[in-house]
């Protein structure tokens, strides 16, 4: 999550656009770290900037959309832990939570007026979670 160059392999706007271009700025990985991507209409063009990383706890991400509509939003990322965690031998599960908040422009107002924005990215971020369980619980490279 908090490495943009892993987002491929699991976000599903990836899958919706295999050719969009894409360039990472700064560190790797942390606060600072850049991803700039440019795509078709269905993924757009836009910007995200880590600006929080705390790894087991919580990533914070602005997002700044260029098109099809202009407009920032922040993103968080966080992590909670179930289970036993004082005995590796049990399997501990982390509880992954993407949310999305910004500011409505006049013309994104009146969209969210005929068009249910919970509805509209909902399905996404449930995909992009699941592939991130497939992603993290699948075989590790070494």
């Not at 005995?87 to 999305?100: C, F, G, K, L, Y």
Request: neutral net charge.
């Amino acid at each position: 999550m908090n490495d943009f160059h892993n987002w491929d392999a699991w976000s599903p706007w990836a899958k919706l656009d295999p050719n969009a271009k894409a360039t990472f700025e700064g560190p790797r990985s942390g606060e600072g770290a850049v991803f700039i991507w440019a795509g078709n209409n269905e993924v757009g063009e836009g910007r995200m900037t880590v600006t929080q990383s705390r790894p087991s706890d919580l990533i914070r991400i602005k997002l700044d959309f260029v098109k099809p509509m202009a407009g920032t939003s922040d993103v968080e990322f966080t992590f909670k832990p179930q289970g036993d965690q004082t005995n590796v031998t049990t399997n501990v599960t982390t509880n992954v939570t993407w949310a999305m908040s910004g500011r409505h422009t006049f013309i994104s107002k009146a969209i969210c007026l005929f068009m249910n924005q919970d509805k509209m990215l909902g399905g996404y971020f449930e995909k992009g979670l699941a592939s991130l369980k497939t992603v993290v619980e699948g075989p590790r490279k070494t």
